[in-house]
């Protein structure tokens, strides 16, 4: 394994990038438009070399350079970038088990992520090492549905944040998945779970009314759907919010070459994204806004790194 300050450095590695699956869902109309594009990852699981040569699956393929290297053309390319990730940035390699995230968390402040939401596994080094490593990231770590009272990352997490970008106010909500069965018990015994689809609806009622923004997200550690769970999913978040536009998912390693369509309780479209897992591939949608910040189309790409 590499040092992890030479390893750091690899940032000009050559990056791949291959588009799939151009997704418009809407016609596109006027003159005075902001284009937003929105780049996401989730469940990276340090993966921070590429995986190898003879990997069974993904030779070859994703590494932190390479994402970095094609995150900045895309921001040399576009005005309006937003980089999110929903979670599980956190076990999976040797760089875990001998750093504890050091590496992870310095690659993330490195690629100058906006906004994070957090995965089961980043309890895998226990509250005090997540509370630790947390405490050097350089963006706003979201979960609304999680309470951290008496614990050391209470004040370190917080429900939403707004950014502003193209020309609108941008919400950003985080919602967790239970940790029961996921985590030891004496780690999900200490952090309080709260009901994600209310918490969601009453986080995103607080953006629209209180903060007046525009478009929300949310970073969604639930899993697109669970085959073998009563847990709530994305599909089910979706359907029963009313003001979020899109979810950015995480957990179930899923590989959506193209966004899932929601109806949700106003019967309007919500997006569903999540780019699959091990940071192979980078999530991309591109929105185009009218000049009075309704959505007039967005694309949707899926970006393989190492290609």
Known sequence: MQNRRTFLKQSAAIGGLLLTNSIPFKSLAGNN???????????????????????????????????????????????????????????????????????????????????????????????????????????????ANYGFEGTSLEGKIKPYTTITKAGMKIGIIGIGIDLNGLVADPIAKRIKYLDPVKIANETALVLKQKENCDFIICLSHLGFENFFSKKVNDKKLAQETEHIDLVVGGHSHTFLDKPFIVKNKKKRDVLIVQAGWGGVKLGRIDYIFSDKKKILSANAQTVIIGK
């Open 33 to 143: 438009v902001e284009r937003l594009t929105i780049l996401h990852s989730n469940d990276t699981h340090s993966q921070l070399e590429p995986f190898a040569s003879d990997a069974v699956k993904f030779a070859n393929l994703g590494g932190v350079a390479g994402r970095a290297t094609l995150i900045n053309k895309i921001r040399i390319e576009e005005a309006n970038v937003l980089l999110l990730d929903a979670g599980d940035f956190f076990q999976g390699t040797d760089y875990f088990d001998t750093y504890k995230g050091i590496p992870e968390i310095e690659s993330m402040n490195l690629m100058r992520y906006d906004a994070i939401t957090i995965g089961d596994h980043e309890f895998d080094g226990g509250i005090e090492n997540l509370a630790e490593q947390l405490s050097n990231i350089k963006c706003p770590i979201l979960v």
